[in-house]
T-cell receptor, first 107, second 114 residues
């Protein structure tokens, strides 16, 4: 079983829409959680950390459910510039990545 | 100022050759990593060094040998390159091992073995 299983998408949404996707992780001892964003042919960049209480960063909301070992990301009011692959990442002495969810926002 | 820099950016080479990729970080971080991203876009850790000491060595063929001359540099040497080694190799760094605030990645080295 992969350490991080992620909804692969693709999600193809119009500008202004809300899109949400999630991932699950297998190691209950994982200590920190992140969403990274990767644009085509670029390096992954940290989008936001994810906390059990849920956290927001502008139009992005992340949620962590430790009991279910489940992480989610919601993007409100999608912009064209949100088109990217979103990587679910868990940390226990090393970052383990999901395979990514591709989001395409169309005009 | 580039935080994590890798060279070369692109590398095209023939099967059987030996090649090296270099990585340097100017963030003052203690820990550095090599990740491999294959054609399916899956990022997988290969090695991690903390203060020049190897701390993570995933199941990687021993044709791959990392070297850390100091904590700001982590190089990757690959012997006898094979077609399956074609991938993007990312270097990354973090403040310390198990750092809870994410890693900083270099822009990647796209290796093509022909």
């Amino acid at each position: 079983r992969k350490e991080v299983e992620q909804d692969p998408g693709p999600f193809n949404v119009p500008e202004g829409a809300t899109v949400a996707f999630n991932c699950t992780y297998s190691n209950s001892a994982s200590q920190s959680f992140f969403w990274y964003r990767q644009d085509c042919r670029k390096e992954p960049k940290l989008l936001m950390s994810v906390y059990s209480s849920g956290n927001e960063d502008g139009r992005f909301t992340a949620q962590l459910n430790r009991a279910s070992q489940y992480i989610s990301l919601l993007i409100r009011d999608s912009k064209l510039s949100d088109s990217a692959t979103y990587l679910c990442v868990v940390n226990r002495y090393k970052l383990s990545f999901g395979a990514g969810t591709t989001v395409t926002v169309r005009a | 100022d580039t935080a994590v820099s890798q060279t070369p950016k692109y590398l095209v080479t023939q099967m059987g050759n030996d090649k090296s990729i270099k990585c340097e970080q100017n963030l003052g971080h203690d820990t550095m990593y090599w990740y491999k991203q294959d054609s399916k876009k899956f990022l997988k850790i290969m090695f991690s060094y903390n203060n020049k000491e190897l701390i993570i060595n995933e199941t990687v063929p021993n044709r791959f040998s990392p070297k850390s001359p100091d904590k700001a540099h982590l190089n990757l040497h690959i012997n006898s390159l094979e077609l399956g080694d074609s991938a993007v190799y990312f270097c990354a760094s973090s403040q310390e091992v198990g750092w809870d605030y994410g890693y900083t990645f270099g822009s990647g080295t796209r290796l093509t073995v022909v």
